[in-house]
């Protein structure tokens, strides 16, 4: 029987968008308004279920939720073991398949929960809770599941798309601005793949209530950038069909940024922003971006202090290559750009070495 504040919660956490993947598989997205909800709907679960946390998450439940795993916080727990600890403590409650995973973290914590939730019983259960911003908007949606494995990072995953998602705003008061920001490259980024520009708007519009993380206000942002990756990622669930790939827009630049700074000195937002600027300028150069357009979104990312303008030094440019080289996502051996016609228009294209050097390099010869 619900009790009522199960149904109070029915009442006020609102359905933000149902996803449908894969296989017809869908995901619910849930938005809510506040700690209470979220815990509500989740006591709702009732005892079938293990807690994936990390060390940081953990802080933010209390009492903390039994059975549970409790991993380290960051990437660098993103492995067999971590997955392997998941595994070890469902088999040990004796979960079945019907048992369920509730990863409640960032990023890693969401993508480890749903590989391991991928491999228990050939596919248990799974709730997702993000509790960065990044997570939010980005990797609890759209079935990619993950760990690093001999040194790539995401080299080894599954789709699996988590049944729910729940998504609660009041979780981010206690992120770390630099966690914030890493995340709200992903909403800008998003703002620019957009069909419409009220999320451009917002952010245009927003600034101060942004970044003092004024709660409904955020609760609008994520919404909206959820509908863009809902937008992407359903026409093309598999990312077979060149549609999906458009969300790496900046990723291959900034993923070589934070190659040559040994994956230390740039937090992955930060080089999706540069990144993001230096396809801007690309497809400026090729005659494909509006010059209007790219400005008007340079100017975005700097307004969010944002460091667009770096450049790496030519001792950099052998690393930056080798990385672009190393590209997932390549095909027939080429590395496809993602840049942008204008709002909302994204082209797939290579890029000549010569103007790829000009973009990149402080003072190319
Ligand atoms: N599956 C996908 O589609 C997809 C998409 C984008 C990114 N990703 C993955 O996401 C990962 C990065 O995610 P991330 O940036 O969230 O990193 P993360 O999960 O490491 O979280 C960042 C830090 O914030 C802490 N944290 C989390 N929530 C908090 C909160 N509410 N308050 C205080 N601290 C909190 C964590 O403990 C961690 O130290 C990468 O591994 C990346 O590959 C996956």
């Not at 009522?4 to 296989?23: E, F, G, I, P, Q």
């Not at 869908?26 to 946390?53: K, M, P, R």
């Not at 480890?112 to 997570?135: D, E, H, I, N, Q």
């Not at 601005?177 to 419409?196: M, R, S, T």
Request: charged fraction near 25%; aromatic fraction near 8%.
């Amino acid at each position: 029987m619900p009790t009522t504040r199960n149904l109070l919660y029915k009442m006020n956490m609102n359905t933000c968008c149902s996803v449908t993947l894969a296989d017809g598989q869908t995901t619910n997205v849930l938005l809510a308004d506040d700690i209470y909800d979220l815990s509500a709907h989740l006591s709702e679960y009732g005892n079938n279920v293990l807690w994936v946390l990390d060390g940081n998450t953990a802080r933010l439940i209390r009492p903390l939720p039994t059975p549970r795993v409790i991993l380290e916080p960051g990437e660098s727990a993103k492995n067999w073991r971590g997955t392997e600890r998941i595994l070890r403590a469902a088999v040990e409650e004796g979960m079945a398949r019907d048992g369920r995973f509730i990863g409640f973290g960032g990023g890693v914590i969401c993508d480890m929960t749903a590989f391991a939730a991928s491999l228990y019983m050939r596919g248990c259960r799974l709730t997702l809770v993000p509790t960065t911003l990044l997570a939010m908007v980005d990797a609890s949606l759209g079935g990619k599941t993950a760990i690093d494995f001999m040194g790539g990072k995401n080299l080894v995953g599954t789709f699996y798309p988590a049944q729910d998602v729940l998504i609660c705003c009041d979780t981010l008061k206690s992120l770390s601005d630099k966690e914030f920001l890493n995340g709200l490259a992903e909403v800008i980024k998003h703002a620019l793949l957009a069909q419409d520009e009220e999320l451009y708007r917002m952010l245009l519009l927003k600034k101060h209530q942004i970044m003092g993380r004024d709660p409904a206000v955020l609760r609008n942002l994520v919404e909206l950038s959820l509908k863009v990756k809902q937008s992407y990622i359903e026409r093309d669930p598999k990312e077979t069909l060149g549609i999906r790939q458009a969300l790496n827009l900046g990723h291959t630049f900034g993923h070589a940024l934070e190659s040559c700074g040994r994956f230390t000195t740039w937090s992955h937002g930060a080089a999706v922003a540069w990144g993001t600027c230096r396809a801007l300028e690309a497809g400026e150069k090729l005659g494909i971006t509006d010059q209007r357009y790219a400005s008007g979104a340079t100017k975005l990312f700097a307004m969010y202090g944002y460091d667009i303008d770096y450049r790496i030094g030519r001792g950099d440019w052998q690393l930056f290559r080798q990385s672009l080289l190393k590209d997932k996502k390549k095909q027939d051996g080429l590395v496809r750009f993602v840049l942008l016609e204008k709002q909302g228009k994204p082209v797939l294209t290579t890029i000549e070495l010569k103007l790829l050097q000009n973009l990149v390099i402080s003072s190319p010869i």
